[in-house]
Structures are given as C-alpha cells and as structure tokens.
C-alpha cells in the first residue's frame, strides 16, 4: 500500500483532452479509463502516446500512471476519481511508512527542494505533453497513496455504454468533474511532513 511522490501533473478524466475521451477517440478498446494504474491499461495508453505524441514520449522514458485508491473509503467517489496522475518521476514509499525505506539515505524534504532530476529538455516536454492532455494543470510536486495498486478494475456499465458521437461521451463525462474529491495535493518543502503523517496515520487506522 505504497505512498508515491510523483513530478507531473493531473489528467482529468472529463473533458474534450481528458482521458475518457482520448481512450474512445484512439479506440483503447482494451483499456480502463477509470483507472490507469492496471497493467494493461498502462501498457496500452504509453504505446498510444509513443504513436500519438512521438515527439515527446521518446524524452519522457520514464512516464507514469498513478492512480489514487483508498480500499477503506466506501463513498461513491472511491470507484473513480475526478483525475489521474501523470508523473516523469516518481518515488514509491514503501508499505512500512518509512521514507528512509524507498532509498538507501533518502529524505523526502532533499526529494523536494532538489527538485525532479530532469533535463531541460524533458522539462519542455512534460510541459508540452501537459498542455496537449491537461490544458491549464499545474505542474509540481504530488503526494498521492494507492492502498492497492494491482486493483482489479471490471468494465464497468459506463465504459460497455456506445455513444454515437464524441459530443454525447464528453456530456456524459462531464458529470464526473464536478463530484467533490480531489486527491492528491502540490507538495512543498513546507508542507511535506504534515501531509506525510496524515497519510501515514490514516494507513495504520484502516
């Protein structure tokens, strides 16, 4: 039940560039777009932007996927959050809690104030893919905790549904981006540690 702290940005799943829409749009027939972190949606979604984004993708080997999922959370928010998250680099907090744990030495506040480790070059380009996918997103630091990340993702009545134009698929999607929760918070150096150990405290009560 890892804790990831991820440099990117958040992809809504709503909208005209948000995700539901490009996996109809690039017939990701395959993919669950309620939820990016399962393998094949993963694997499939990252050979799509290879094909759809070939001048960017080849300067952000290392994209993730990141999902937020809490298993003890048992509102209706729960089954698919409002955004998914998109990092060019992400360090995994390891099931104990201990930030020492995700690296020999490693301190999460060095993590944040040293920045992400990218060139200037993969820096223009994460850029480029956040304007292309999530117009208007902010780019930073983020805190996210996914108590399952192997998740078993069912298609769901939403995903089985045919539209008979990408007008009526975004009118529907909509509906999403305007239910309340939002996981997932910028990060600071500031306020690093307080985040951390709500997370932390939350893990060890479920």
């Not at 089954?79 to 030495?105: C, H, L, N, R």
Request: aromatic content about 10%; overall charge negative; charged content about 25%.
């Amino acid at each position: 039940m890892p804790v990831y702290m991820l440099h990117g940005f958040r992809w809504p799943r709503a909208g005209f560039t948000g995700i539901r829409v490009y996996v109809v749009l690039h017939n990701l027939e395959e993919a669950a777009a309620e939820y990016l972190q399962q393998p094949l949606t993963t694997e499939l979604l990252t050979e799509s932007l290879k094909r759809t984004q070939p001048d960017l993708m080849p300067r952000l080997p290392a994209l993730h996927f990141i999902e937020h999922y809490d298993p003890a959370d048992e509102s209706s928010n729960t089954v698919s959050q409002p955004f998914a998250y998109v990092g060019a680099k992400v360090v995994t907090i390891p099931d104990d809690g201990s930030p020492a744990a995700a690296g020999k030495g490693l301190n999460i506040e060095d993590v944040v104030e040293q920045g992400p480790g990218l060139s200037d070059d993969a820096t223009e380009a994460l850029e480029a893919l956040r304007d292309r996918l999530a117009p208007g997103e902010h780019i930073g630091w983020f805190m996210v905790y996914n108590g399952d990340p192997d998740r078993f993702y069912p298609e769901s009545e939403f995903e089985e549904e045919d539209y008979d134009d990408e007008e009526c698929y975004v009118a529907e999607s909509e509906k999403s981006a305007t239910e309340p929760g939002t996981p997932g918070t910028p990060v600071t150096p500031q306020s690093y540690t307080t985040r951390l150990t709500r997370l932390f405290n939350r893990m060890s009560s479920s």
